[in-house]
Every structure is written in structure tokens, then in C-alpha cells.
T-cell receptor, first 113, second 111 residues
Framework: GAGVSQSPSNKVTEKGKDVELRCDPISGHTALYWYRQRLGQGLEFLIYFQGNSAPDKSGLPSDRFSAERTGESVSTLTIQRTQQEDSAVYLC???????????FGNGTRLTVT | TQLLEQSPQFLSIQEGENLTVYCNSSSVFSSLQWYRQEPGEGPVLLVTVVTGGEVKKLKRLTFQFGDARKDSSLHITAAQPGDTGLYLCAGRMNTGNQFYFGTGTSLTVIP
């Protein structure tokens, strides 16, 4: 596809369940980011992937959060034992290289009940 | 910790008016970007500025990067309803991998 694709677009889950969010970056983009956007707040950095290098996990808020990326393709963000404070829009972005502008997907709106 | 503070947080103006949004920090950035985000969508890049004092124009939008590369402003001339959205500034430092995003300015232009 032409842009960054995220799925699902919406996810409602019960507290304590695990969720998996998917991101398909733009083909050829080596860098991939996950950000979290809470209602009325700015974007909060979660994790960064660059090619085959070790990911920068410095933004992950707890050990319940993890992410994987296979090479320069699809990435998945997993949240285990979800809590209500995890409710937010999770945005994925990719860029050609680290210094290039970000191209965002439309996000996954996660609601934990 | 919020490195980039934007003001105002909310702005509602009439069509045809001018406005300025500010993005301020005590940190130095190697580059700064402005994005616009509409409901249900991801942010879309408007501009990137990299040189202190740089001014870029995009139709009715004028972007300026501060001389010390710590702040930026976005000026919109003769605002139109299509300008409505959430405006976000984002800075990148020489070290580290992330873009630091501002708190956002929600703009509503009333026809």
C-alpha cells in the first residue's frame, strides 16, 4: 500500500486481557516508531526500530509492553494484562531513514473496560 | 517530562482571521517539524526546519525556527475552515532516536 497501515482500527478489551496491535510500514522504510496518544495529550514515544539494529525500548512504560519487528517489515505491539490507563490511540510511523520525516498510520484506538 | 510546550492549547477563531501558534523548549533541537492531525487520522507532516532563524512558507502558513533552535512558531494568515485540526510540533535532538512531540494546539476555524 501507499501508506502506513495499522490494524485493528478499534479494539475494545476487558481489563487483564492481552492485546496485539499491528503496523505495516511503507515499503522500503527502515525506521519504525510506536507512539501513544492519550486523549487531550501529545504523542508519547514508546519504541523505535532501525533495520536489524537492537530496538530503542526506552519509552516503554512497563514490562507489560513489548514490540517486535521482522527485518524492515511488519511490527506488532503487544500489551499484556491490559489496564484502564492503557486506553489510548496507538500510532505507528515509519521513515525512510532515521533523519527522514515520519509517515503515520491512522492509529489503533484501544479501550480497556 | 514534556520537552516541548505549545500555546495556546485551544484556539477558536473566525474565518479570515490570523493566528500564531508557539512551540517552546529549553532544549536545543537539530530539527523541528510541524504536523497537522485530523480526527481519526494520524499526524501529517507540514514542514521541517533545520537552521536557526529559518523561515519557511507553505501557502498561507509561515513557519519559523528560533535562532537558538529552541523554539518555533506557526503563523496562519486568513484562516479557513479547512485549517481546523490539531497542530503538533516535534523536535529531534542530535542524540537519541525519538521525535519529541509538543502538547498540541487544537484549532477551530468558524465559517
Amino acid at each position: 500500500g501507499a501508506g502506513v497501515s495499522q490494524s485493528p482500527s478499534n479494539k475494545v478489551t476487558e481489563k487483564g486481557k492481552d492485546v496485539e496491535l499491528r503496523c505495516d510500514p511503507i515499503s522500503g522504510h527502515t525506521a519504525l516508531y510506536w507512539y501513544r496518544q492519550r486523549l487531550g495529550q501529545g504523542l508519547e514515544f514508546l519504541i523505535y526500530f532501525q533495520g536489524n539494529s537492537a530496538p530503542d525500548k526506552s519509552g516503554l512504560p512497563s514490562d507489560r509492553f513489548s514490540a517486535e519487528r521482522t527485518g524492515e517489515s511488519v511490527s506488532t505491539l503487544t500489551i499484556q494484562r491490559t489496564q484502564q490507563e492503557d486506553s489510548a490511540v496507538y500510532l505507528c510511523a515509519s521513515s525512510f531513514v532515521r533523519e527522514s520525516p515520519l509517515h503515520f498510520g491512522n492509529g489503533t484506538r484501544l479501550t480497556v473496560t | 517530562t514534556q520537552l516541548l510546550e505549545q500555546s495556546p492549547q485551544f484556539l477558536s477563531i473566525q474565518e479570515g482571521e490570523n493566528l500564531t501558534v508557539y512551540c517552546n523548549s529549553s532544549s536545543v533541537f537539530s530539527s523541528l517539524q510541524w504536523y497537522r492531525q485530523e480526527p481519526g487520522e494520524g499526524p501529517v507532516l507540514l514542514v521541517t526546519v533545520v537552521t536557526g532563524g529559518e523561515v519557511k512558507k507553505l501557502k498561507r502558513l509561515t513557519f519559523q525556527f528560533g535562532d537558538a533552535r529552541k523554539d518555533s512558531s506557526l503563523h496562519i494568515t486568513a484562516a479557513q475552515p479547512g485549517d481546523t485540526g490539531l497542530y503538533l510540533c516535534a523536535g529531534r535532538m542530535n542524540t537519541g532516536n525519538q521525535f519529541y512531540f509538543g502538547t498540541g494546539t487544537s484549532l477551530t476555524v468558524i465559517p
